[in-house]
């Protein structure tokens, strides 16, 4: 499986922003797709992920803010990203993985990354 990201880039302080990221064909071990950011010297964090069945989890940075969905029908994870703040930004990463942990692990599968910057 590999993973296609696509929106992102830059915006100021309030703005709002779309991500997409596409699983190249379905893979029955692929419950969890989410996003994690990196933002320069910082470790990775989690963002947002969703279960094919629609569980949803936010980091708590972004909690009310951001909104993930995710058609299943086109192997397709959004993140819709709200009142962004200059903290927002960084990498974003996509991932598709048998599990939550497994994502929180680093493992499973990852996409290429997409810079997200929000200028004050």
């Known amino acids: 499986v590999q993973l296609r990201q696509s929106g992102g880039g830059s915006v100021q302080a309030g703005g709002s922003l779309r991500l997409s990221c596409a699983a190249s064909?379905?893979?029955?071990?692929?419950?969890?797709m989410g996003w994690y950011r990196q933002a320069p010297g910082k470790q990775r964090e989690l963002v947002a992920t969703?279960?094919?069945?629609?569980?949803?989890e936010y980091g708590n940075s972004v909690s009310g803010r951001f909104i993930i969905s995710r058609d299943n029908s086109i192997h397709t994870v959004y993140l819709q990203m709200n009142n962004l703040k200059p903290e927002d930004t960084g990498v974003y990463y996509c991932?598709?993985?048998?599990?939550?942990?497994?994502?929180?692990?680093?493992?499973?599968?990852w996409g290429q990354g997409t810079q997200v910057t929000v200028s004050s």
């Open positions: 991932v598709a993985a048998n599990a939550r942990i497994t994502a929180r692990e680093g493992g499973g599968t």
């Open positions: 064909e379905s893979n029955y071990n692929i419950n969890t």
């Open positions: 969703i279960t094919r069945g629609g569980a949803e």
